[in-house]
Structure formats: structure tokens, C-alpha cells
């Protein structure tokens, strides 16, 4: 294993190195990040995230998380089905967001096939459709930086379904990255504390 895939915190507790110290990385690594998500607000909220953080790293949208969740009416699908036009020329002068027009037009059309979703086929049907692709087999826990993958058949296969139901900003890495987050795989490095046996 390579000893820079993890760091040793001041706890003395072995984290992926991504994690670092950092006041906000770590907490999210220890208690967030590989955790089995559940609830269509709470996958809404997370395609919606992987989706501003397209292009960027994950640390950025993390520090503005609080400001996204009050721009966003705390990511409540019906609320955000409903902005219009108002509140895109809002959100593209709020400085406390990512003000990327494509992106918050992304989330706001993603609230609504959401809603479209849950309306065809009951609550929880984000939830099902993204949990419908966790892996049936596990891939090996990485070792180090060179064992992470940006894609997998899965990824691609969410992806291509979201598409399909017309979500915006879903790639095969963000769809991977929301995998990793959402806990549908765990790629906590070997040796993290994180890990699940």
C-alpha cells in the first residue's frame, strides 16, 4: 500500500489522505463520505452538488454547502420545482453559490424530473432508481491513489439512465463521485478507519 494514501490524524486514527486535517474535509470523510445515503431530498440534494462540483473539487462546494442548502430552499424538490426564471437571474448574482447559469438551471430541471419521478411512481423513487445501480460484486478496496477509478459500468449506467429521464450535469464521474459519497461503494482507501469490513 502506499503510505501517501493515508495520513495519521492528530487522533492518532488512519484517514485517506484526501482528508487531510482540514476542519472541513475531515468531519465530512469520517462521518458523510461512503455512508449509505438514503431519501429522495437528500440523493436531490446530492446529484444536484456532484453536479456544481463538475469541473471543480469537492472542498469548494463542501465550504458553501450551508450557502447551496439556503439558496436552494434546503434542496426541498417541490420549492425548487417550482423557481422560475427570477430565481435563476437570483442565483447567478449570489456570490455565495456557484453562480454557473447551466448548473442552476441543471438543479432547478432536476427538482422537476425529480417530482416528475416520485409523481410516476411514489416516494422514494429517486431513492430506488439510484440504489438500483450499486454494484452487485465489490471491486478490491484501493491501496493507493493509482487503484481509484473515474468511472465504472455502473456509473455509466446511472448516468445514461438520468439522461434518459431527462437530468442534466449527471456524467459517468459525477454519477461515480455521487456512488462514492452517497456510500453506494465504499472507496475508503485500505487501512482507513472509515472503511466498512
Avoid at 502506499?2 to 462521518?31: E, F, Q, T
Avoid at 422514494?124 to 477509478?149: C, I, N
Wanted: charged share 25%.
Amino acid at each position: 500500500m502506499s503510505a501517501s494514501a493515508l495520513v495519521i490524524g492528530d487522533d492518532g486514527k488512519a484517514r485517506c489522505a484526501w482528508a487531510g486535517d482540514d476542519p472541513d474535509y475531515r468531519p465530512y470523510h469520517d462521518n458523510e463520505w461512503g455512508k449509505p445515503l438514503h431519501t429522495d431530498r437528500a440523493l436531490y440534494e446530492k446529484v444536484s452538488l456532484e453536479g456544481f462540483q463538475a469541473g471543480l473539487s469537492w472542498i469548494t462546494i463542501l465550504r458553501r454547502r450551508g450557502e447551496f442548502r439556503r439558496a436552494f430552499a434546503n434542496f426541498d424538490i417541490a420549492t425548487v420545482a417550482a423557481f422560475d426564471e427570477n430565481d435563476v437571474e437570483r442565483l447567478v448574482v449570489d456570490a455565495a453559490i456557484i453562480r454557473h447559469r447551466g448548473k442552476i438551471e441543471a438543479a432547478i430541471n432536476n427538482a422537476k424530473v425529480t417530482q416528475n419521478l416520485i409523481a410516476e411512481r411514489g416516494d422514494g423513487a429517486l431513492d430506488a432508481l439510484v440504489w438500483s445501480f450499486e454494484p452487485t460484486k465489490k471491486r478490491p478496496r484501493p491501496r493507493g491513489f493509482g487503484d481509484f477509478v473515474a468511472t465504472t459500468p455502473e456509473s455509466v449506467a446511472l448516468s445514461k439512465e438520468l439522461r434518459r429521464l431527462g437530468f442534466k450535469f449527471v456524467g459517468p464521474t459525477t454519477m461515480y463521485a455521487l456512488m462514492q459519497s452517497a456510500g453506494l461503494v465504499d472507496d475508503h482507501v485500505e487501512g482507513c478507519f472509515s472503511a466498512v469490513p
